[in-house]
Nanobody, 114 residues
Framework: QLQLVESGGGSVQPGGSLRLSCAAS????????MGWYRQAPGKQRELVET?????NYADSEKDRFTISRDNAKNSVALQMNNLTPEDTAVYYC??????????WGQGTQVTVSS
């Protein structure tokens, strides 16, 4: 059974930075994507960033965020800079296999407030 374990959430002031990490363990045959989603209170879960199977870095749609991946460790990280209160949410690690099966981490809370 594949499991995703996240770490790195916490509280930070506006303008601060956090780095989230996610490690996959268990039987992993082939990964199509790894990435991050987030869900703010009262809102639907939304995509933050994903990275393809063999890439190490992905261009960020959000200039403040950079996703990276360590293929040897089956892990993915999200570096978040210049955080704003609007970034407050539970962040979830996501993995999609080549067969289309999706796995989710338990979520890690990110709180941005002064």
């Amino acid at each position: 059974q594949l499991q995703l374990v996240e770490s790195g959430g916490g509280s930070v002031q506006p303008g601060g930075s956090l780095r989230l990490s996610c490690a996959a363990s268990g039987t992993i045959l082939s990964i199509r994507y790894m990435g991050w989603y987030r869900q703010a209170p009262g809102k639907q879960r939304e995509l933050v960033e994903t990275i393809r199977g063999s890439a190490n870095y992905a261009d960020s749609e959000k200039d403040r965020f950079t996703i990276s991946r360590d293929n040897a460790k089956n892990s993915v990280a999200l570096q978040m800079n210049n955080l704003t209160p609007e970034d407050t949410a539970v962040y979830y690690c996501n993995l999609e296999t080549s067969s289309g099966t999706q796995y989710w981490g338990q979520g890690t809370q990110v709180t941005v407030s002064s």
